[in-house]
T-cell receptor, first 117, second 113 residues
Framework: GAVVSQHPSRVICKSGTSVKIECRSL??????MFWYRQFPKKSLMLMAT?????????EQGVEKDKFLINHASLTLSTLTVTSAHPEDSSFYIC?????????????FGPGTRLTVT | AQSVSQHNHHVILSEAASLELGCNYS??????LFWYVQYPGQHLQLLLK??????LVKGIKGFEAEFIKSKFSFNLRKPSVQWSDTAEYFC???????????FGAGTTVTVRA
């Protein structure tokens, strides 16, 4: 299957700083990528849809000015957590959408563990 | 918007036992249905998906799921589990014309050797 990578896998930052997470589709082009947040023992919560060449669309309750998304190329989307606070500590997962002859599949990255101190 | 309910939070069974995980969704329109698995320390992987056609879907690793439209259900089954099936299992759904997935809360499956 297709491969999606995320970098970094873990990051620790101080409160008030910003951190950028990269999501790459390694062997296919993805015009659409998704960003999720996964809490311990909880399901994935969709944060936003990242669209190549256009603005991201955010789910209700997700602050777009806090979670900046850039999808500059067909293989890269970035999520920047701005002015991070301890409550932003979480596991962030991206997925990339592969379209194939009327069908599709989301391929998920391995996730990024963010800890804000 | 869609919502997904997984009935079992944690299932513990012995090797060779049969597994069935429940999944119900609520949505008024046509949906696509998915089961994903997350092995410890690994990323989510697709087990199987239903778009249309035969409501009994076979996936990887011996898993299958049955879509029962009248019950809004998409239960996952495996006749004989192995220790390596220990993982977190997620049911997900999206509306037919939308790629955004709504996930259930997940079921932790622990298989004892």
């Amino acid at each position: 299957g297709a491969v999606v990578s995320q970098h970094p896998s873990r990051v620790i930052c101080k409160s008030g700083t910003s951190v950028k997470i990269e999501c790459r589709s390694l062997d296919f082009q993805a015009t659409t990528m998704f960003w999720y947040r996964q809490f311990p023992k909880k399901s994935l919560m969709l944060m936003a849809t990242s669209n190549e060449g256009s603005k991201a669309t955010y789910e209700q309750g997700v602050e777009k000015d806090k979670f900046l998304i850039n999808h500059a190329s067909l293989t890269l989307s970035t999520l920047t957590v701005t002015s991070a606070h301890p409550e932003d500590s979480s596991f962030y997962i991206c997925s990339a959408l592969e379209l194939d002859r009327g069908s599709y599949e989301q391929y998920f990255g391995p996730g990024t563990r963010l800890t804000v101190t | 918007a869609q919502s997904v309910s997984q009935h079992n939070h944690h299932v513990i069974l012995s090797e060779a036992a049969s597994l069935e995980l429940g999944c119900n969704y609520s949505y008024g329109g046509t949906v696509n249905l998915f089961w994903y698995v997350q092995y410890p320390g690994q990323h989510l992987q697709l087990l199987l998906k239903y778009f249309s056609g035969d409501p009994l879907v076979k996936g990887i690793k011996g898993f299958e799921a049955e879509f029962i439209k009248s019950k809004f259900s998409f239960n996952l089954r495996k006749p004989s589990v192995q220790w390596s099936d220990t993982a977190e299992y997620f049911c997900a759904v999206n509306a037919r014309n939308d790629y955004k997935l709504s996930f259930g809360a997940g079921t932790t499956v622990t298989v004892r050797a």
